[in-house]
């Protein structure tokens, strides 16, 4: 069992930045797959990043690529989701994942561990 923990989301103006983290509960974090996901007020949630278990290759849904950049640091268990030029199509409640594959995994239904979400509100 893997818990996470999301933290780091606010209110932001447009054009701002936030950074998100996920800390993972167990060490064996390392060798799970991370996704970031978004799911703002109704619509479904959909993939943001993903990044492999040692942080070699990443992933990026189109309309983050450039201003999103998926992270990990493996010795403190954490992932992190840093978030450039913010739009405010943008405002969603974002969730980390853990897969149990080590590899990139774009969808929600591979993922195997989920954080409770943090929400970003950015305003135009």
């Known amino acids: 069992q893997v818990q996470l923990v999301e933290s780091g989301g606010g209110l932001v103006q447009a054009g701002g930045s936030l950074r998100l983290s996920c800390a993972a509960s167990r060490h064996t974090f390392s060798s799970y797959g991370m996704g970031w996901f978004r799911q703002a007020p109704g619509k479904e949630r959909e993939f943001v990043a993903a990044?492999?278990?040692?942080?070699?290759?990443?992933d990026y849904e189109d309309s983050v690529k450039g201003r999103f950049t998926v992270s990990r640091d493996n010795a403190k268990n954490t992932g992190y989701l840093q978030m450039n030029s913010l739009k405010a199509e943008d405002t969603a409640v974002y969730y980390c994942?853990?897969?149990?594959?080590?590899?990139?995994?774009?969808?929600?239904?591979?993922?195997?561990?989920w954080g409770q979400g943090t929400q970003v509100t950015v305003s135009s």
């Open positions: 994942a853990a897969a149990r594959s080590p590899r990139i995994r774009v969808g929600a239904g591979e993922y195997d561990y």
């Open positions: 990044i492999t278990w040692n942080g070699g290759s990443t």
